[in-house]
């Protein structure tokens, strides 16, 4: 049983409770606008090179099996995409780190036992969190991952934006503790518009998430001009007063961090150039009027 990840991260405080370890799967269904790691979209690993730490050497190009690199005379330099089968060779004999392989195949073991090492042993460590992308995307390795965790006696956490079959989450809520419900687009009238999905799915699934028991987490971004109208926020927060098991709601201001990554990707160019990060006092803002529907709201 194999999958493809983009990392795992250690001592990570903001995917659930405690200090945990945190496994990125590649692959996800939705392409949010605003989405901060463009890497994880694409379910397979890809070979990104940095334009500005390349120095030319040449390297890449002695090493590639495949005449997978090229130095035009003016001094750019080609990536043969068609020719590359992402062997690795030239990030290798990169020196200059300026060629990187954004995600790597691995199995259930080698997942656990790099949790093992970075969890602390103690009685606080919080236990694993399987985030993404979009960690069902690839449920067959997700589902063992939730497993192999729980039979080991940690606390599980799947971080999910709820766009999949609901046989997948079913098969996943009894190995799971706690379920991190993105919603990338809630209240506004087009969700397809930014997410290229639109929410039907995600907000059913949610629904039976909450009937199920296991408790969630919701996690919305606040993306000014897109999501935070006072009527989009008050439609979203009707919304979530009615499905059980909601523990808090966690309202994150959208930011500019990924912006730089879909240029070296080769993806659609960023779409959200215009758009500022909300102040503080305008999150407080947006936070008071999600309130009213009683649940425990938070800035994040
Ligand atoms: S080996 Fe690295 S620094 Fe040298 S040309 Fe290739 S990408 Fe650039
Ligand atoms: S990953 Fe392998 S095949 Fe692809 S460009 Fe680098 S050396 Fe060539």
Request: net charge negative.
């Amino acid at each position: 049983m194999t999958g493809i990840i983009f990392d795992i991260r250690k001592s990570t405080i903001h995917d659930g409770p405690g200090t945990r370890t945190t496994v990125f799967f590649k692959g996800c269904p939705l392409q949010c606008a605003w989405c901060h790691s463009p890497q994880v979209m694409d379910p397979q690993p890809q070979l990104v090179w940095s334009d500005d730490k390349c120095v030319r050497c040449g390297l890449c190009i002695d090493a590639c099996p495949n005449g997978g690199h090229e130095l035009v005379a003016d001094g750019s330099r080609v990536h043969h995409q068609e020719q590359c089968t992402l062997c690795g060779a030239c990030v290798d004999v990169c020196h200059a780190d300026a060629l990187v392989m954004e995600g790597r195949e691995v199995t259930v073991e080698q997942v656990m036992a790099e949790l093992k090492r970075h969890l602390p042993s103690s009685e606080d460590s919080g236990g694993v969190t399987l985030s993404g992308g979009e960690p069902t995307y690839q449920h067959k390795f997700a589902l063992a991952l939730l497993k192999q965790s729980r039979s080991e006696g940690l606390h599980t956490a799947l971080d999910t934006s709820g766009q999949t079959p609901w046989r997948t989450l079913k098969k996943m809520l009894p190995h799971t503790d706690l379920v991190l419900f993105d919603i990338n687009q809630m209240g506004s009238a087009d969700p397809k518009q930014h997410t290229g999905m639109p929410n039907g799915k995600i907000l059913t699934n949610l629904t039976r998430i909450g009937e199920s028991g296991v408790p969630i987490v919701i996690r919305i971004p606040i993306v000014p001009g897109i999501n935070d109208s006072r009527e989009a926020i008050e439609n979203a927060a009707a919304c979530l007063a009615d499905v059980k098991n909601i523990t808090r709601i966690l309202l994150l201001p959208y930011h500019e961090l990924g912006e730089a990554k879909y240029g070296r990707l080769n993806r659609d160019a960023y779409k959200l150039n215009d758009v500022e990060p909300p102040e503080p006092e305008r999150m407080r803002e947006i936070a008071e009027w999600m309130r009213p529907c009683g649940l425990d709201v938070h800035v994040g």
